[in-house]
């Protein structure tokens, strides 16, 4: 049933995307974003592809995305469902339900709570019926206009629970009530940033107050006054 389906995982590598990310300590989350991302993809033992800013190629998101999708379908695969590295609640299931979706000819999304998508997952002849050079990119009304256009398409939509996208450390701070819901590893990654961020903002207020407490005890230089 899988035969013809393969995963894209479409994610720069920890040096390119620590330029996009307001991440603190930014290159040893995304590593591990990274490599959980690839130990979920394996656990489907569906093949795979990784396109990080050495194989993607266009001026665009939009066409470096595109061009990606086209060069999988290229391979010889009918099905591709691709990710990100970004949503590390991701699992196994979802990629699964995906594939057995889009064997049945079904458009998947998986909606990210920031409006994008953290999966889609469709065959060759949905790709080709989509403007996906044209589709507001990075902006938070991306599902929408994808699922409409599908719509328009007389195509089925299959939605996935929707999950959260980790792109600041806003982010992180929501992603870590969810933490029963992702690894170990990241868990502990989180905990080692949090802590370090409440002792930076600690020493930050403690140096304030010294150097606003020291100015205003500090009377000055008795001052002559000449008559």
Same mark, same amino acid.
């Given at each position: 049933m899988n035969s013809k389906t393969a995963v894209l995982i479409f994610a720069n590598s920890s040096k390119v995307e620590r330029k996009?990310?307001?991440?603190? @300590?930014? /290159?040893? =989350? !995304?590593?591990?974003?990274?490599? /959980?991302?690839? @130990? &979920?993809? @394996?656990? &489907?033992? =569906?093949?795979?592809? !990784?396109?990080?800013? +050495?194989?993607?190629?266009?001026?665009?998101?939009? %066409?470096?995305?595109?061009?990606?999708?086209? *060069?999988?379908?290229? %391979?010889?695969?009918?099905?591709? !469902?691709?990710?990100? /590295?970004?949503?590390?609640? $991701?699992?196994?299931?979802? $990629? $699964? +339900?995906? *594939?057995?979706?889009?064997? /049945?000819?079904?458009?998947? !999304?998986?909606?990210?709570l920031d409006g994008g998508f953290y999966l889609m997952g469709l065959t060759k002849k949905q790709f080709e019926k989509v403007d996906f050079l044209h589709l507001p990119w990075q902006k938070n009304t991306l599902e929408k206009s994808l699922s409409l256009q599908m719509t328009n398409a007389d195509e089925e939509i299959i939605k996935l629970n929707s999950l959260l996208d980790v792109d600041a450390d806003a982010d992180l701070k929501a992603l870590f009530q969810f933490r029963t819901s992702i690894s170990k590893k990241l868990i502990a990654l989180l905990s080692t940033l949090f802590l370090q961020n409440i002792s930076i903002q600690f020493f930050s207020k403690l140096q304030v107050r010294l150097l606003f407490n020291r100015n205003y005890y500090n009377k000055g230089s008795p001052i002559i006054v000449l008559s």
């Open positions: 996009f990310k307001s991440f603190a @300590k930014g /290159n040893a =989350l !995304i590593d591990e974003l990274n490599k /959980n991302t690839l @130990k &979920t993809v @394996k656990k &489907t033992k =569906l093949p795979y592809f !990784i396109f990080t800013e +050495k194989e993607q190629k266009g001026a665009s998101f939009g %066409e470096r995305f595109t061009n990606a999708l086209q *060069a999988v379908f290229n %391979e010889g695969f009918n099905r591709v !469902i691709t990710i990100g /590295n970004d949503t590390p609640q $991701l699992k196994k299931q979802h $990629l $699964l +339900k995906a *594939a057995d979706a889009i064997a /049945n000819a079904n458009f998947v !999304i998986g909606p990210s």
